[in-house]
C-alpha cells in the first residue's frame, strides 16, 4: 500500500501536474478495468516511473488476496452449509 499512499500525495499535490494525471489515469484504469496507454508511463521520470510499477504490483497483490478472501468466505459457507445437513 505504500505505492499507492505516495501516488495520492503526489496527485492531492498537484493535480494539474502531468505525472498526477498520468497517475490518476492508471488507476482509474485499473479500478474500472478500463484501456492505458501504457506509452505515457515512458513519459513520466524514472522515480514515478518506478512508482508506478509499484502500484502495479501492489493493485495485483490487492487482487489476489481479495480473490482469495472470496474464496474462503465461499468455502466457509458451504462448509457451514454442510453442517446443518
Request: net charge positive; charged share 25%; glycine share 2%.
Amino acid at each position: 500500500m505504500l505505492a499507492i499512499k505516495k501516488a495520492r500525495k503526489i496527485i492531492a499535490a498537484e493535480p494539474n501536474s502531468q505525472p498526477a494525471k498520468i497517475l490518476s489515469d492508471l488507476v482509474y484504469s485499473l479500478e474500472s478495468d478500463q484501456n492505458f496507454n501504457l506509452t505515457e508511463l515512458y513519459t513520466l521520470d524514472i522515480k514515478t516511473f518506478s512508482l508506478a510499477m509499484d502500484i502495479l504490483q501492489e493493485w495485483r497483490l490487492d487482487r489476489y488476496y481479495a480473490g482469495k478472501s472470496k474464496l474462503f468466505d465461499i468455502s466457509y459457507q458451504n462448509k457451514v452449509l454442510q453442517a446443518t445437513r
